[in-house]
């Protein structure tokens, strides 16, 4: 059996590896500086995690790092780097697996749920896949409590923007495309309404050149690191009451629908064989339904 020539993706590996683990790593820092300014001291607790290797299981790990504090009620920023061979079943849902199964995989992963219901919770991921074919994917989106306020316009602006700077950096073309796709994606069918403010969202990304899709998936991090915490330290000096923080919940509930019936990050993960309490780490530590 012969197996064709690996994509030029796979010479990326290690760098895109890094550069998912350095984004953690300021990721991090800066929402552990934002808790100590409104007088916190909690810290990111970091668990490893490993899948064994041999001939039949998949092999990689990764590290779940998840903090609890006054500003951020809950977030996780994980990073895993898996590889090993798709399920017959899987595999055909899969560019570049479907005759011989075997991949690799590497991502970051930020889910934020906040205390605040001035503040609106954030999710980002991008990621690095290599099979026979090789392609980036990822992106981010904002939600918060309400979408018909002047403040909520004004964070969804700042976010929008700073990620048309990312896409307009390599290609003008990419915003609205990959802004029209995360409309679509973070949709509620069952309840006819979309999920937040949107952001961007996008998967088999290969414009051709690896390399410069790689430095694209970089400037998309880095247009999150900017964005989403000048949003949170703007917001979360603002009182807020108990009705709205009631109303949190509930919103919440609508977070917890799509990440379970619709998220394909989710779906990838337990298909895997990945760490369950690392791929649910999205969900949020409180929400209610009627």
Request: proline share 8%.
């Given at each position: 059996?012969?197996?064709p020539?690996?994509?030029?993706?796979?010479?990326?590996?290690?760098?895109?590896?890094?550069w998912?683990?350095?984004?953690?790593?300021?990721?991090?820092?800066?929402?552990e500086?934002?808790?100590?300014?409104?007088?916190?001291?909690?810290h990111?607790?970091?668990?490893?995690?490993?899948?064994?290797t041999?001939?039949?299981?998949?092999g990689?790990?990764?590290v779940m790092?998840?903090?609890?504090?006054k500003?951020f009620e809950?977030?996780?920023?994980?990073v895993?780097?898996?590889?090993?061979?798709?399920s017959?079943e899987f595999?055909r849902?899969?560019?570049?697996?479907e005759?011989?199964?075997?991949?690799?995989?590497?991502?970051?992963?930020?889910?934020?749920?906040?205390?605040?219901?001035r503040?609106?919770?954030?999710?980002?991921?991008?990621?690095m896949l290599?099979?026979?074919?090789?392609?980036?994917?990822?992106?981010g989106?904002l939600t918060?409590l309400r979408?018909?306020?002047?403040?909520?316009a004004?964070d969804?602006?700042?976010?929008h923007a700073?990620?048309?700077?990312?896409c307009?950096?390599h290609?003008?073309?990419?915003?609205p495309?990959?802004k029209?796709?995360c409309?679509?994606y973070?949709?509620?069918?069952?309840?006819?309404e979309p999920r937040?403010?949107?952001?961007i969202?996008?998967?088999?990304?290969?414009?051709g050149?690896?390399?410069?899709d790689?430095e694209?998936?970089?400037?998309?991090?880095?247009?999150?690191?900017?964005?989403?915490?000048?949003i949170v330290?703007?917001?979360?000096?603002e009182?807020?009451?108990?009705?709205?923080r009631e109303?949190l919940?509930?919103k919440?509930?609508?977070?917890v629908?799509?990440?379970?019936?619709?998220d394909?990050?989710?779906?990838?993960?337990?298909?895997?064989?990945?760490n369950t309490?690392?791929?649910?780490?999205?969900?949020p530590?409180?929400?209610?339904?009627?």
């Open positions: 059996m012969t197996h020539a690996p994509p030029p993706h796979a010479a990326l590996q290690q760098p895109a590896r890094a998912f683990e350095s984004l953690r790593d300021q990721l991090c820092t800066t929402f500086t934002i808790e100590a300014a409104q007088g916190g001291q909690p990111f607790v970091r668990t490893p995690w490993q899948r064994p041999d001939d039949a299981s998949p990689g790990g990764g790092s998840v903090m609890k504090g500003v809950k977030v996780g920023v994980n895993s780097t898996v590889f090993g061979t798709f017959e595999r849902q899969i560019p570049g697996a005759e011989h199964g075997g991949f690799w995989a590497s991502g970051i992963s930020v889910v934020a749920h906040m205390r605040s219901p503040v609106p919770a954030a999710h980002f991921n991008t990621r290599v099979t026979s074919r090789g392609w980036f994917g990822g992106g989106d918060p979408l018909d306020t002047p403040e909520a004004t969804a602006a700042e976010f700073a990620f048309r700077t990312a307009d950096r290609d003008p073309a990419w915003y495309r990959y029209e796709w409309d679509r973070f949709f509620l069918p069952h309840r006819n937040g403010a949107g952001g969202f996008f998967d088999q990304h290969d414009s050149d690896a390399k410069a790689l694209f998936t970089r400037d998309v991090g880095r247009a999150f690191l900017q964005a989403f915490p000048s330290r703007r917001r979360m000096p009182p807020w009451t108990p009705e709205e109303a919940l509930y919440r509930g609508r977070y629908e799509f990440n379970l019936l619709y394909r990050g989710t779906l990838f993960g337990l298909k895997t064989g990945g309490e690392a791929i649910l780490m999205s969900l530590p409180e929400a209610r339904w009627a």
